[in-house]
């Protein structure tokens, strides 16, 4: 596992946006599938967007697919998801994930080993 930094997280109100941030070890960055997670009180850890090693290929959840983008900063080891059109169901801590080197890029949080600290995202009406 390595040690991943997230930040961005804040009280807004609906129809605000938000970017999440999320700093990885070089190799890390360079060679993992990365992920962006939910987790709201009450329900499981459920994927928000990956994107394989290197950034070729990116997927969003429908839930937030038109409003959310995956992006990164290859200079910066840095992966970020900005948030357009918060709605009161994105209120969850959201979570930054890393898998394995060279690995596939996935959707279940369970193939995910290294994971940021979280940060909490609440929207209000």
């Known amino acids: 596992q390595v040690q991943l930094v997230e930040s961005g997280g804040g009280l807004v109100q609906a129809g605000d946006s938000l970017r999440l941030s999320c700093s990885a070890p070089?190799?890390?960055?360079?060679?993992?599938?990365m992920g962006w997670f939910r987790q709201a009180p009450g329900k499981e850890r459920a994927y928000v967007a990956v994107?394989?090693?290197?950034?070729?290929?990116?997927y969003y959840a429908d839930s937030v697919r038109g409003r959310f983008t995956f992006s990164r900063d290859n200079n910066k080891n840095t992966i970020y998801l900005q948030m357009n059109n918060l709605k009161p169901e994105d209120t969850a801590i959201y979570y930054c994930?890393?898998?394995?080197?060279?690995?596939?890029?996935?959707?279940?949080?369970?193939?995910?080993?290294?994971w940021g600290q979280g940060t909490q995202v609440t929207v209000s009406l």
């Open positions: 994930a890393a898998g394995r080197y060279w690995g596939p890029t996935t959707r279940l949080a369970g193939d995910y080993d290294s």
């Open positions: 070089e190799r890390t960055f360079s060679t993992s599938p």
């Open positions: 994107q394989s090693f290197g950034g070729h290929n990116t």
